[in-house]
């Protein structure tokens, strides 16, 4: 039948690309590799990265946790987290991450003048890509959080095809031109059999300090609305806090510096 000869295609398609694939190779004393991804740019993804590494932490002071900035075009990690300087070498020859708030940091940021545009053809991107992976001594860590640039290209596939990764985390405004690349990116990761643990809705609703009125500035709900089209869960509804987007300039993120506030 014409069904079982398209199926017999697909299957012969996906070994033959299969072959091209890097095998997947876990990073040395890391159990849990959570990554967090937008298709768009913008919508928050680096503050909550921070945020949701810190929290890991703090709901449990056994773990211990790291936090890979892959975007090599705008690290933020390193202002976020408060940490300047380049990381030291150990005697095999690999990078030491560097550590604020009980966390293990590694950035492109540590490696290039802060001011300095990182203007690279995609080859050189995957080669930084390689050596953020391979050449970090983080000691023992049970889970990395790897904070992705925006989009699908090149660093998003060789991430998820290098290293076996527990589940992604997809961060959205609820404005339809953001949902249209978080559903994008959700697919991606489909494809490349990353399982995908649930979308963040970001910047959800704004609160005047005075009045105390909500306005809904970038849309109502649009990434709850996404999450059942996709049959994902929603895991987390953030407002537009002035204080969240203050803390993490000010490199205190607010889970470390207001513990107790709504944010």
Request: one cysteine or more.
């Amino acid at each position: 039948s014409s069904s079982s000869r398209d199926e017999a295609v697909r299957d012969k398609r996906t070994r033959i690309l299969s072959r091209g694939l890097p095998k997947q190779k876990p990073i040395e004393g890391v159990k849990q590799v959570v990554v967090l991804a937008s298709g768009k740019g913008g919508v928050g993804k680096s503050t909550t990265a921070v945020n949701i590494a810190l929290a890991l932490a703090a709901n449990d002071s056994t773990k211990e946790v790291g936090l890979l900035d892959a975007d090599i075009y705008g690290p933020s990690i390193p202002k976020m987290m408060n940490l300047k300087g380049n990381p030291e070498l150990t005697p095999k020859n690999l990078m030491r991450p560097l550590k604020n708030y009980g966390i293990a940091c590694m950035s492109m940021g540590f490696l290039v003048e802060e001011t300095a545009p990182v203007v690279w053809r995609g080859l050189m991107v995957m080669s930084a890509v390689e050596k953020l992976l391979r050449q970090v001594d983080w000691g023992q860590l049970d889970y990395l959080v790897i904070d992705m640039p925006p989009g699908t290209g090149d660093v998003q596939l060789s991430v998820s095809q290098n290293i076996p990764i527990a589940g992604a985390v997809i961060i959205s405004t609820p404005q339809d031109v953001a949902l249209l690349d978080a559903r994008k990116g959700a697919d991606m990761f489909r494809k490349v059999h990353v399982p995908v643990l649930g979308l963040v809705q970001n910047m959800s609703v704004f609160q005047c300090p005075k009045c105390k009125h909500e306005t809904h500035i970038f849309g109502a709900d649009g990434v709850r609305d996404l999450a059942k089209t996709l049959g994902l869960d929603i895991l987390g509804d953030i407002p537009l806090y002035v204080n969240i987007r203050e803390t993490c300039d000010s490199g205190q993120p607010v889970v470390i510096s207001q513990p107790q506030s709504d944010a």
